[in-house]
């Protein structure tokens, strides 16, 4: 996991072992099964997330049984609410 997070920022900058080893420490591997959520509406947003397997939908609930599709994130994304 660790591994393919730090492949996917250096695609964009150049990191330091000093860097590697904060990121490294401050992501833990948190498994999201399908249908289970990430963060719901109201809850604090104190995760930054990073996708290592699987696709994620954004929704947001509209009412009772309806709901809207935001967004879609993949492997190799990051997630955050907006």
């Known amino acids: ?19 590697k080893d904060f990121i ?8 999201v099964k399908k249908g289970d959520f990430f963060l719901k509406e109201g809850e604090p947003n104190l995760l930054l ?11 947001i609930n509209k009412g009772i049984d309806d709901e809207a599709t935001i967004d879609f994130s993949k492997e190799g994304e990051f997630i955050t609410p907006n």
């Open 49 to 59: 997330g990073f996708i290592v397997k699987g696709l994620v939908r954004i929704f």
């Open 24 to 31: 490294i420490s401050h992501f833990k591997l948190m498994e």
């Open 1 to 19: 996991m660790h591994d393919f997070l730090i492949k996917t920022i250096e695609q964009i900058i150049n990191l330091e072992e000093k860097d």
